[in-house]
Each structure stands twice: as structure tokens, then as C-alpha cells.
């Protein structure tokens, strides 16, 4: 693998690669409106932004903004399909295949073979080393306050520009981070977001496994969490994390960030872990409480989907089985007046 990226920009840019990011784009998105005006004229659409882009007069369209409200309120700012089949485009043709191989291996969000539930079987595997070998110890859990919206641009572009001596990619990436008239901050919304983010937390990745020697660690996107010994080890940490993102990546911890003893356990991607055990995280009961009223509340209206409870249910059914939570899913279950058309409990 070579340290950075060098004279690939053009040799990927062709038609028929931008189609391949076209039929990712348009994965579970055939219906919509956008989707289906992009493949009326699809080779000629195509054709059109492989031209513009390497005539250097490709520019990104307008967002659309809306905001959503779960888990938390955000703002979310949406492009129009063709930039997001270029987004595609630049990330698996780029990003995936040189600079993702340099992430450490303990770095969960947005990577294939990866996710919530191996960061969560991880750090419970490090749970019970640490367990094994100290007893109590202290576990320091941060996340970075406002992490998309306080990114640095120009330290972003700092960063890239170590992966890509590529000059025509370097050109292209600038594009992409540069996409609007603000200097901090970027959109939630966008595929080379999550990815950009990764990468610009991969400094501090390298910073805690390489600088400060730390052997227990796991992060996904901006919450990341680390096992020490003693409550004096993770203090220390504690100050030296939050001097390192303020001086080279321009980000603060959330407030909420702290050390505290190992007792306690450790909320993580959705899930109160345990050494010994694990449990849905608080947040999730009462969400599912609350949509088995919401679900129960239509079903004596008369106007129930079944086919998006069903949905729901599996999506959350398969949450909660990485946990110990048989009991509990029983209880939900048995709430639901229309229990009988819900899958059956394998």
C-alpha cells in the first residue's frame, strides 16, 4: 500500500465507474422522483459528469435541509442524486482502498465488516481483560461536543493532503470539503461526511495507540471510550485528549465527557455494557414503549401498516438480541395488540 495516493484520479474517472456509483446511490432509492428523472437519460447523465469533472468544471448542487429529531434534533443537509452518485464515486474509488487500510483496527462507524455490534463485542472483550487483570479499574468515556458541525475545513484539507499526492485528486477533494461558503463545519447528510470524519478522527486514533501507548481503546465515529488502570491514569488521559483535539484538530470534548469507575459499566452504541452482561440502553426502552402506544393507538383506528410495523419491529428485534433482553422483548411483545402478526419468536 503506498503512503499516499498518486496518479489514479483520471485512470478512475470513466463511465463506467460512475455508473457502479450510481446503482450503489440508487440502492433502496429506485422510487424516488430523482432516482427515476437521473436513468431517463442515464448515459448521457453520466457521461455528462465524468466530462464536467475532468474538465475541472464539475461544482456541487444546492442542498435541501430538513431537520430529524431522533436520536437527537439535527440539521441534515441533503444534495441532489447526482452529486451524491459522484460522493459514491470518490469514496469507493478512493477513500475505501487507500486510505481506510490505514485506520486503526479498534475504529468501528462507516467501515465494512465493522459496526456497532463488533465495537460493542470489542470493548466488551477489553471489559473483561481488564477485569481479569485489575480488578476495578476506571473507564474514561468522551465524545467530541458538535463534532460534525466544528470540524475544521482547513485542517481537514491539511489532512488529506498527507494521503493524496495525487494533484488532480487533491483539486477534486478540495471541491468536495469546500463545498459551501463556511470555513467550520460539515454536512451531516453527505457520504464523504462520514467518511471525512473518520479521517479526521484517525489523527486522534494514531495519537492514543501510538503516542500515548494505549492498548484498550475503541472508537465509533466521535464517541470513543478507554479502559485505564487507575483513576490517576484516566484524569491524565483526560486532560491530555482534550490538549491534543483543541491544538491539533481544533475540536473540544463534550462536557458531559469523564472518568469513573469500572462498576458502573459503560454506555456504548446503544447498549449498557458489563463484563458480564449487557443491556439495552435507557433511551431504547423508552423509545420502544412509546411506538408500541403510537402502533397500538392506530391499530384501534384502523389505519395500522403492517408491513411498516413489521419493519420496525425487526430492525429493533435484531438491536436488542445483541443483548440480554429476552424477558423484556416478551414484555413489549405481549403490549401490542396485534401481537399475532408479528414475526414469531425464533
Known amino acids: 500500500m503506498p503512503k499516499t495516493i498518486k496518479n489514479v484520479f483520471y485512470d ?14 440508487k440502492k433502496a432509492k429506485n422510487s424516488k422522483l430523482t432516482v427515476m428523472k437521473f436513468e431517463l437519460d442515464l448515459e448521457t447523465n453520466l457521461a455528462n459528469l465524468v466530462k464536467d469533472i475532468r474538465e475541472n468544471k464539475y461544482r456541487i448542487g444546492k442542498y435541501h435541509d430538513f431537520t430529524i429529531y431522533e436520536p ?17 464515486w470518490y469514496v469507493h474509488e478512493f477513500v475505501k482502498p ?22 460493542v ?20 468515556k468522551c465524545d467530541v461536543r458538535k463534532f460534525f458541525y466544528t470540524i475544521d475545513k482547513d485542517v481537514l484539507y491539511c489532512i488529506m493532503e498527507k494521503h493524496i499526492s495525487d494533484q488532480a485528486l487533491l483539486r477534486f477533494t478540495k471541491c468536495l470539503i469546500y463545498d459551501d461558503c463556511s470555513e467550520i463545519g460539515i454536512p451531516i447528510g453527505n457520504y464523504t461526511s462520514q467518511f471525512f470524519a473518520n479521517i479526521y478522527l484517525n489523527e486522534l486514533d494514531h495519537y492514543i ?19 485505564c488502570p487507575t483513576k490517576v491514569d484516566a484524569k491524565k488521559l ?52 412509546r411506538k408500541a402506544k403510537k402502533w397500538n393507538l392506530s391499530y384501534l383506528n384502523g389505519t395500522l401498516s403492517y408491513t ?15 443483548c440480554n433482553s ?21
Not at 487507500?98 to 465495537?119: E, M, N, S, V, W
Request: net charge positive; glycine share 2%; charged share 30%.
Open 238 to 289: 483526560l486532560f491530555e485528549i482534550e490538549t491534543f483535539l483543541k491544538e491539533k484538530l481544533k475540536l473540544t470534548l463534550n462536557p458531559k465527557s469523564r472518568y469513573y469507575p469500572s462498576a458502573m459499566g459503560v454506555t456504548f452504541c446503544g447498549y449498557r455494557i458489563f463484563e458480564t452482561h449487557r443491556l439495552l440502553k435507557k433511551d431504547s426502552i423508552k423509545k420502544i414503549k
Open 121 to 140: 463485542n470489542q470493548l466488551q472483550k477489553y471489559m473483561r481483560i481488564m477485569k481479569r487483570h485489575y480488578g476495578n479499574y476506571y473507564i474514561l
Open 98 to 119: 487507500y486510505i481506510a487500510p490505514k485506520f486503526i483496527l479498534q475504529t468501528y462507524a462507516c467501515l465494512d465488516d465493522r459496526g456497532t455490534h463488533k465495537g
Open 72 to 88: 437527537k434534533e439535527r440539521l441534515i443537509r441533503a444534495l441532489p442524486y447526482r452529486d451524491r452518485v459522484v460522493h459514491q
Open 326 to 346: 429476552y424477558f423484556f422483548q416478551k414484555q413489549i411483545k405481549n403490549k401490542c395488540l396485534f401481537k399475532e402478526i408479528l414475526p414469531k419468536d425464533e
Open 12 to 25: 478512475k474517472l470513466t463511465v463506467e465507474r460512475m455508473y457502479l456509483a450510481h446503482q450503489r446511490a
Open 209 to 227: 495507540k501510538e503516542n500515548k501507548q494505549i492498548r484498550y481503546y475503541v472508537r465509533y465515529m466521535d464517541d470513543f471510550i478507554i479502559l
Open 308 to 322: 411498516h410495523v413489521n419493519a420496525c419491529w425487526n430492525s429493533w428485534i435484531a438491536h436488542a438480541n445483541h
